[in-house]
């Protein structure tokens, strides 16, 4: 069965600085999505990024990017010039790609906080 | 944003007591899905559905049972509630033919059993 562990159950950042949250996930598939979602005090799942394990190129999007590094299984999310808006909790995913209603698989989280 | 529908939003019920919670979906996504939201745990899968009448078992499904009589409604079932099922629940939906993988969700259901 496949697993996803965060490791850092707490984070904090300062406003404006950079940083890194990570994952790591155990499969035994060589094809799969991984992703990063953001929960808000809301508790509304927002999804924030998305990478295709056959895609060697780190996927990006605007302030957020991840580094994937698919031998080591290693699936961290940057958070680049950080905005009091990123403070949440963030669950890194993993889902196989074979078959199209697969489950997601999460890690147990980690809450970031960002302070002024 | 995904057009998926939640209700109760919150509900507090005694143990024992059977709980229906359901889910809405505008979207005529094929696979629909449970799961629950512990502290310490992330989320975890309860019962997932791949079609009209076509269910299986997640990794925590003790306790509940789903149904699903149309493509738009699931629905999660304790038939018995017990202190231990107070959690956060929340419905997914997927569309297999889509290419990026990911799970929309519903905005949860807060349910506390005393």
């Given at each position: 069965?496949?697993?996803?562990?965060?490791?850092?159950?707490?984070?904090?950042?300062?406003?404006?600085?950079?940083?890194?949250?990570?994952?790591?996930?155990?499969?035994?598939?060589?094809?799969?999505?991984?992703?990063?979602?953001?929960?808000?005090?809301?508790?509304?799942?927002?999804?924030?990024?998305?990478q295709?394990?056959?895609?060697?190129?780190?996927?990006?999007?605007?302030?957020?990017?991840?580094?994937?590094?698919?031998?080591?299984?290693?699936?961290?999310?940057?958070?680049?010039?950080?905005?009091?808006?990123?403070?949440?909790?963030?669950?890194?995913?993993?889902?196989?790609?074979?078959?199209?209603?697969?489950?997601?698989?999460?890690?147990?989280?980690?809450?970031?906080?960002?302070?002024? | 944003?995904?057009?998926?529908?939640?209700?109760?939003?919150?509900?507090?019920?005694?143990?024992?007591?059977?709980?229906?919670?359901?889910?809405?979906?505008?979207?005529?996504?094929?696979?629909?899905?449970?799961?629950?939201?512990?502290?310490?745990?992330?989320?975890?899968l309860?019962?997932?559905?791949?079609?009209?009448?076509?269910t299986?078992?997640?990794?925590?499904?003790?306790?509940?049972?789903?149904?699903?009589?149309?493509?738009?409604?699931?629905?999660?079932?304790?038939?018995?509630?017990?202190?231990?099922?107070?959690?956060?629940?929340?419905?997914?939906?997927?569309?297999?033919?889509?290419?990026?993988g990911?799970?929309?969700f519903?905005?949860?259901?807060?349910?506390?059993?005393?």
């Amino acid at each position: 069965a496949q697993t996803v562990t965060q490791s850092q159950p707490e984070m904090s950042v300062q406003e404006a600085e950079t940083v890194t949250l990570s994952c790591t996930y155990d499969t035994s598939e060589s094809d799969y999505y991984l992703f990063w979602y953001k929960q808000p005090p809301s508790r509304q799942m927002i999804l924030v990024i998305r990478q295709e394990a056959y895609k060697q190129q780190n996927a990006t999007e605007n302030r957020f990017s991840v580094n994937f590094q698919k031998a080591a299984k290693s699936f961290s999310l940057k958070i680049s010039d950080s905005q009091l808006g990123d403070a949440a909790m963030y669950f890194c995913a993993y889902r196989r790609k074979e078959t199209s209603g697969s489950r997601l698989t999460f890690g147990e989280g980690t809450q970031l906080t960002v302070n002024p | 944003d995904a057009g998926i529908t939640q209700s109760p939003r919150h509900k507090v019920t005694e143990t024992g007591t059977p709980v229906t919670l359901r889910c809405h979906q505008t979207e005529n996504h094929r696979y629909m899905y449970w799961y629950r939201q512990d502290p310490g745990h992330g989320l975890r899968l309860i019962h997932y559905s791949y079609g009209v009448k076509d269910t299986d078992k997640g990794e925590v499904s003790d306790g509940y049972s789903v149904s699903r009589s149309k493509t738009e409604d699931f629905l999660l079932t304790l038939e018995s509630a017990t202190s231990s099922q107070t959690s956060v629940y929340f419905c997914a939906i997927s569309d297999g033919a889509r290419p990026t993988g990911e799970l929309f969700f519903g905005e949860g259901s807060r349910l506390t059993v005393l």
